[in-house]
């Protein structure tokens, strides 16, 4: 799978945009571009996953430039309970794989 | 959607016991189920994959005669930690496949997890 480069941490205030990048450079061209969202002490929950372009869907939009090689979670008008863990994954789209996450990014949503 | 249960949510025990903790996909059959690792402020770690009716496959490192994993059925796989101890304290975190696609895509489900704790 490919490896993934994020932030550690982000800080932000409530209402606030938060986009977060991921840097995936060597990313082949069957992988896939997955986004989980962890709370303490639960297990990861599915946020997003892309191709390339542009998804959107009720929770987020990822933005996928032409090259692939990064990608950006953007979460609109965060709040207090969006404080979490944001894991960026990037591998094929199939759930016969482990998932291998990396260190993820730590973000903290502040009044 | 598709739910993933884990039991118990928590245990604490002594050293030297064995702790079960089972996984469960409440409305969907699990072809295959993952078994993660999670110590504090670190990532999830694979321990090992587990197909129902075979033996599990375990990662590097991780010893299959301490980590028990079987997948008696398509929807329920247990984790058994035996001879536990101290350092085997961590978060313990299933996921299922469920082998379909759903909107789109082919993914897991994770659990909520399990809190071990060994004194």
């Known amino acids: 799978l490919a490896k993934t480069t994020q932030p550690i941490s982000m800080d932000s205030y409530e209402g606030q945009e938060v986009n977060i990048t991921c840097s995936h450079n060597n990313i082949a061209t069957n992988d896939y571009i997955t986004w989980y969202q962890q709370f303490p002490s639960q297990g990861p929950r599915f946020i997003i996953q892309g191709y390339k372009t542009k998804v959107t869907n009720e929770v987020a939009s990822l933005f996928i430039p032409a090259d692939r090689k990064s990608s950006t979670l953007s979460l609109p008008r965060v709040s207090l309970s969006d404080t979490a863990v944001y894991y960026c994954?990037?591998?094929?789209?199939?759930?016969?794989?482990?998932?291998?996450f990396g260190s993820g990014t730590r973000l903290q949503v502040q009044p | 959607g598709a739910v993933v249960s884990q039991h118990p949510s928590w245990v604490i025990c002594k050293s030297g016991t064995s702790v079960k903790i089972e996984c469960r996909s409440l409305?969907?059959?699990?072809?295959?189920m993952f078994w993660y690792r999670q110590f504090p402020k670190q990532s999830l770690m694979l321990m090992a994959t587990?197909?129902?009716?075979?033996?599990?496959?375990?990662e590097q490192g991780v010893e299959k005669d301490k980590f028990l994993i079987n997948h008696a059925s398509l929807t329920l796989s247990t984790l058994t930690v035996t001879s536990a101890h101290p350092e085997d304290s961590s978060f313990y975190i299933c996921?299922?496949?469920?082998?379909?696609?759903?909107?789109?895509?082919?993914?897991?489900?994770f659990g909520p997890g399990t809190r071990l704790t060994v004194l």
């Open positions: 409305d969907f059959q699990a072809t295959t």
């Open positions: 996921s299922a496949r469920e082998g379909l696609r759903r909107e789109g895509r082919d993914t897991q489900y």
């Open positions: 994954l990037v591998g094929p789209d199939t759930g016969r794989r482990a998932l291998t």
């Open positions: 587990s197909n129902e009716g075979s033996k599990a496959t375990y």
